[in-house]
């Protein structure tokens, strides 16, 4: 059952950044998308170098839910080394896939773009696009961004940051990234 607080869309509209070394930022993204569906929100997820996760499965079949969820799925920068020439096609695919999907936003009450950070720090996504997009977005739009390596100018104009810290991880212990736990 979707429980709509009165007047909760008023309240929207701030700017989040969950960024850091450690593991979480995306769950932590996921966690709030959570909270605005159980409270009757609409939302859209946008997420970067991502394909074949557990949550995308998750909300392809959730129904009774106002939500649109949409992948752009080439291999990340961080696990995979690009040429200058692959970042530059990369970075008109992503372009492309952004023009597609930033759009229609004043239908929407809350926005994730997962791996905003890297996308920012590969210089594969303009960092005018997010400073426009913050200053431009809807009045009561939800913006929350995770990633690593966010530029201080977009930090400075979040209302929330918050950094998730490495402190031990199994990766540590060559274990790798495990369906369903890590993606």
Known sequence: MVRMAENIKESLGLVHVITGNGKGKTTSGMGIVIRALGRGLKVK????????????????NLKNYHIKYAQFQPLHPYFKKYTPENLESLKKELQDFWNNNIKDLEEYDLLLIDETGPGLNWKVLDESLIIDLINNKPKNLELVMTGRDFPESIKDKADYVSEVQLIKHPYQKSVLARKGIEY
């Open 45 to 60: 997820i946008i997420q970067l170098f991502k394909r074949d996760t557990g949550e995308q499965y998750f909300f392809e």
